[in-house]
């Protein structure tokens, strides 16, 4: 679980950040998926855009996307998802001391 302070150095980092997933109207594909874990994997803070239709449905998809993978929302803003999940083995974000 992410505290305040690691929430806002994260959304930080994602402010700068271009999204390298993008959901359409096909929603979460099989191949999304797998992409998002590979990504997670590599970047562990991922920014997505959800190109779906009402605020529910992006909420929907948001909240299968972590369960599935694991990852925290970080921030969303508009059709905008940023998610952040641990790289167990290789971490690329070490988080300043507090």
Not at 38 to 67: F, M, P, W, Y
């Amino acid at each position: 679980m992410l505290n305040k302070q690691k929430l806002k150095f994260l959304r930080s980092l994602a402010h700068e950040a271009s999204p390298i997933i993008w959901i359409g109207q096909h929603g979460l594909s099989a191949n999304v998926q797998e992409e998002l874990q590979q990504a997670l994997d590599h970047h562990e803070l991922v920014k997505i855009k959800l190109r779906v239709g009402e605020r529910n449905e992006r909420d929907t998809i948001a909240q299968s996307l972590c369960d599935i993978t694991g990852a925290e929302v970080v921030q969303k803003i508009g059709n905008t998802l940023t998610v952040y999940r641990a790289n167990k083995k290789e971490a690329r974000i070490s988080f300043p001391k507090s």
